[in-house]
């Protein structure tokens, strides 16, 4: 896995950024199934995966502000 910059991740068009936080939710729910089943190794996996979908909602809101601002 990458990680991207929030720079790179801001050029993103909508459609994408939505696209990566779908994938990231469901990366989110395999790692927990695997916790759960006691399948896991690298538990920080997790804690990485919640930070991700968090900065991508971050910058998703960023945009709604920045859209609600200008009206």
Same mark, same amino acid.
């Given at each position: 896995?990458?990680?991207? &910059? ?6 993103? !068009? !909508?459609?994408?950024?939505? $696209?990566? @936080? ?7 729910? &395999?790692?927990?199934?695997? $916790? ?21 909602? &971050? @910058? ?12």
């Amino acid at each position: 896995m990458v990680k991207q &910059t929030g720079e790179e991740v801001r050029r993103w !068009d !909508d459609q994408r950024l939505n $696209h990566e @936080i779908n994938e990231a939710y469901r990366a989110l729910f &395999t790692l927990r199934f695997q $916790h759960a089943s006691r399948q896991l190794e690298n538990y920080r996996e997790l804690r990485n995966a919640r930070r991700k979908i968090a900065r991508l909602r &971050t @910058i998703k809101r960023e945009r709604e502000l920045a859209t609600l601002g200008e009206e």
